[in-house]
Every structure is written in C-alpha cells, then in structure tokens.
C-alpha cells in the first residue's frame, strides 16, 4: 500500500481520537506536530519522558498551547 493511500484513514482515525480524549477542535490538531501528539498519546514514548510518565492533562496541554501561541 502505497504511504499517500493511508494517511487520509489514519488522519482520521488520529483526529477523532484527539478530539475525543483531548477535546482538541480540528484546528488544535492539524495546529500540532506529530511529536506533541505522540507526547500527549503515549507520554513513554516521547523523547525525555521518564517511564511511567502520566499523559498530559487537557488543561496542562492548554496552558502548553496558549504560552506557545500567545
């Protein structure tokens, strides 16, 4: 399968599980880089996370967004 063919689905899939555990609005997700949505996800998996890291919560993740976005 070609990488174009699966990134509409996947998208989706990403999105709405954004939006489901995060409350993210569509421009909150397409506003975020792949990295910080991983970080949010699987906090393990970030770079420098420390094992067993708590995800971040929503209104930590706002303040994230508001200090970066002004």
Known sequence: MEHSASFGPAARRLAGLAARLLGWRPHEFWGATPAELAAI??????PGAAPGAAPLSREEMNRLMERDHG
């Open 41 to 46: 996800l699987a906090p393990d998996a970030a």
